[in-house]
């Protein structure tokens, strides 16, 4: 990955903005709409981020090392090399936020695939995860093993699930789902012989199952980027293994011509 991913809280804290015109005042607004306080660079000794706006790019590269300087995180516009972070284009399901990034790469990119997704994602997403944050001691209470508990909830949010996540009807059913009687899916070993090296030649059930199991057990010669469409939390464990594993497991195995 060219960044980190992050969320970052701004609520009430000030954000200095440098520049004038459109683009200084695009950036106040999406500072304001994340909660912040819009703030010039005089206040800079209050705030931690800071973007830059302005056309002339040595009048912005001065902003960006006078703010740098200062302990701030700085974004300056149309000059990926100089900032620190990077706006992502961002598609609002609140509290949902999906964030798509290029790295600076093409604006226009990141947003155009937004804009796919924006057609794909209900607007009763956002409901879905208010229902369930607020149903979190009943998930508990329903599940009280960690492990039994996630499983139920993937079996739950999964394609055509009582809580499908492309349901936009899908909120009004979290608390009848918490009051039936069903079950966590069983565990279960699925086995992978890749037949290549690039992971969009994964079928959509190998992905599936990839992105819900708990382990992943895998030879040496199985590539980073099909590992990492497991769970990040997902343990990993090369074969033969030692350890038992627990929970779904994928049994990752690289075919002969397949190198990592």
């Given at each position: 990955?060219?960044?980190l991913?992050?969320?970052?809280?701004?609520?009430?804290?000030?954000?200095?903005?440098?520049?004038?015109g459109?683009?200084?005042a695009?950036?106040?607004?999406?500072?304001?709409?994340?909660?912040?306080?819009?703030?010039?660079?005089?206040?800079?000794?209050?705030?931690?981020?800071?973007?830059v706006?302005?056309?002339?790019?040595?009048?912005?590269?001065?902003?960006?090392?006078?703010?740098?300087?200062?302990?701030?995180?700085v974004?300056?516009?149309?000059?990926?090399?100089?900032?620190?972070?990077?706006?992502?284009?961002?598609?609002?399901?609140?509290?949902?936020?999906?964030?798509?990034?290029?790295?600076g790469a093409?604006?226009?990119?990141?947003?155009?695939?937004?804009?796919?997704?924006?057609?794909?994602?209900?607007?009763?997403?956002?409901?879905?995860?208010?229902?369930?944050?607020?149903?979190r001691?009943?998930?508990?209470?329903?599940?009280p093993?960690?492990?039994?508990?996630?499983?139920?909830?993937?079996?739950?949010?999964?394609?055509?699930?009582?809580?499908?996540?492309?349901?936009g009807?899908?909120?009004?059913?979290?608390?009848?789902?918490?009051?039936?009687?069903?079950?966590?899916?069983?565990?279960?070993?699925?086995?992978?012989v890749?037949?290549?090296?690039?992971?969009?030649?994964?079928?959509l059930?190998?992905?599936r199952?990839?992105?819900?199991?708990?382990?992943?057990?895998?030879?040496?010669r199985?590539?980073?980027?099909?590992?990492?469409?497991?769970?990040?939390?997902?343990?990993?464990l090369?074969?033969?293994?030692?350890?038992?594993?627990?929970?779904?497991?994928?049994?990752?195995?690289?075919?002969?011509?397949?190198?990592?």
């Open positions: 990955m060219h960044s991913p992050l969320f970052h809280r701004i609520n009430g804290t000030r954000v200095v903005i440098v520049g004038d459109e683009m200084a695009a950036k106040a607004r999406l500072v304001e709409r994340s909660g912040g306080v819009p703030c010039g660079e005089t206040e800079a000794h209050h705030a931690k981020l800071a973007f706006a302005l056309e002339d790019a040595r009048a912005a590269e001065a902003a960006a090392m006078r703010l740098k300087r200062a302990g701030l995180l974004n300056v516009a149309d000059r990926p090399d100089l900032c620190d972070f990077t706006l992502p284009s961002v598609l609002d399901r609140d509290p949902i936020l999906v964030a798509v990034s290029t790295g093409s604006a226009g990119l990141a947003k155009h695939l937004r804009l796919r997704l924006e057609r794909l994602l209900p607007q009763g997403l956002g409901r879905l995860a208010t229902a369930l944050g607020a149903a001691e009943q998930l508990r209470t329903r599940f093993d960690g492990d039994v508990r996630r499983r139920s909830i993937d079996t739950a949010l999964q394609e055509g699930g009582t809580l499908d996540v492309l349901e009807t899908s909120a009004d059913r979290v608390h009848s789902w918490l009051a039936g009687t069903e079950e966590a899916s069983a565990t279960g070993v699925f086995e992978i890749l037949t290549s090296d690039d992971p969009d030649d994964l079928t059930r190998q992905a199952a990839l992105g819900v199991a708990d382990t992943i057990i895998h030879d040496e199985v590539p980073e980027p099909i590992l990492i469409r497991a769970r990040a939390d997902a343990a990993r090369v074969s033969p293994a030692d350890i038992p594993a627990k929970g779904n497991t994928v049994i990752l195995k690289a075919a002969p011509g397949v190198q990592n």
